[in-house]
């Protein structure tokens, strides 16, 4: 296994059978396997109302997720576009929104389908604000955001205007990911040739499409909602986060 077990595309082992273990080490085990017993266990042992119950519980769940995810993309290894697919939607972001949403109605003790819109809400507006931000970072537009064109693909990121040039590409374009993200050889005029492949692809606009599809989505799902101010400031959070690829 490489020295350095933090690569951003996982760990690179030298054997099919270390490559099939999620946990590289007891300490990652036993985090995880506690994390789940103090989510399933802590109720039995503190007396709470059910609001604070609800709002502990949304958080351990966005804990255990997200580390869940680290381990399926961030410990197993090399491209895979199952894999890829969990980071290139935005998985780990829209667990956090969703919980962030779904808490507000936990605590001001809305109903159960109340609740289950926001969470809706969150899931959608989460997967809408990554995928922008993966495809910002492969176009000029990222400049004017304070962030520099191109950081996702020299840090290794698999995103989704990725796995779209991937899968949509021959061999030698493969090839020239398997190069650039998984072995991290990356050299002069790789970042210009990665967007390239990804406007041949049309990786980018479809990215923003599908961005702008979850937007939609987070949308409608506050039509349960009569207007108030607390919604219309819902609302244009989603065409914030969506508009800024123009």
Not at 156 to 184: D, H
Request: aromatic share 10%; charged share 20%; hydrophobic share 50%.
């Amino acid at each position: 296994m490489s020295e350095n077990r933090w690569l951003a595309t996982g760990n690179f082992f030298t054997s099919y059978k270390a490559e099939q273990r999620i946990f590289v080490t007891n300490v990652d085990r036993l985090l995880f396997v506690g994390l789940l017993l103090l989510l399933f266990v802590w109720p039995l042992i503190f007396e709470v109302g059910n609001k604070y119950l609800l709002v502990i519980d949304s958080i351990l769940i966005a804990i255990v997720a997200v580390y869940g995810l680290n381990l399926l993309t961030g410990f197993t290894g090399l491209i895979s576009i199952g894999h890829a697919a969990f980071v290139g939607i935005g998985a780990y972001t829209a667990a956090l929104f969703a919980a962030a949403s779904e808490i507000g109605g936990v605590i001001a003790g809305r109903d159960a389908a109340e609740q289950a819109a926001l969470r809706v809400y969150g899931t959608n507006i989460g997967l809408a604000f990554q995928l922008i931000d993966d495809a910002l970072d492969y176009s000029g537009e990222a400049a004017k955001l304070g962030k520099r064109v191109g950081d996702d693909f020299r840090e290794g990121k698999i995103t989704l205007p990725v796995v779209l040039s991937y899968r949509r590409g021959g061999a030698e374009e493969r090839a020239f990911w398997q190069r650039t993200l998984q072995a991290g050889d990356i050299k002069d005029g790789d970042l210009d040739e990665a967007i390239t492949l990804m406007v041949r692809h049309n990786a980018i606009e479809e990215t923003i499409e599908r961005a702008r599809h979850y937007g939609c989505e987070a949308q409608k799902a506050l039509g349960i909602f009569p207007m108030s101010e607390a919604k219309s400031a819902m609302l244009d959070a989603v065409d914030f986060s969506v508009n800024r690829a123009h």
